[in-house]
């Protein structure tokens, strides 16, 4: 469960895992009531987190592979650039990482 926020948690949200709800005390009970019917079990949401983290993993090093041998060179300033102002994050880099692969 939620409230509106800037940070980014939402990235590992989803409808299986979680809901919006106003930050008002009975928006949040409500909430909590929700999910006491639902009996999610906690290690299916873990699993699915540490997926998705793993896959973000993966792209991370495909991206810094790429830094560090890729035949385009970026400043340090680009880099920064890329990593941490692009509202998307490295997601709206052209790399792909296949999710099969591990990173080396």
Not at 15 to 44: A, C, M, R, W
Not at 78 to 100: A, C, M, R, S, T
Request: hydrophobic share 25%.
């Amino acid at each position: 469960m939620t409230t509106k926020n800037k940070g980014g948690r939402n990235f590992y949200l989803n409808e299986d895992n979680s809901i919006y709800v106003k930050s008002n005390h009975n928006e949040v009970n409500s909430g909590v009531e929700h999910f006491k019917q639902l009996k999610i079990d906690p290690k299916t949401i873990r699993d699915s987190t540490l997926s998705q983290i793993y896959k973000e993993r993966l792209r991370f090093a495909e991206f810094l592979k790429y830094l560090m041998t890729g035949k385009d060179k970026l400043s340090k300033e680009q880099i920064v650039q890329n990593l941490y102002d692009h509202p998307d994050g490295i997601k709206h880099f052209k790399y792909k990482v296949n999710e099969d692969s591990t990173a080396n």
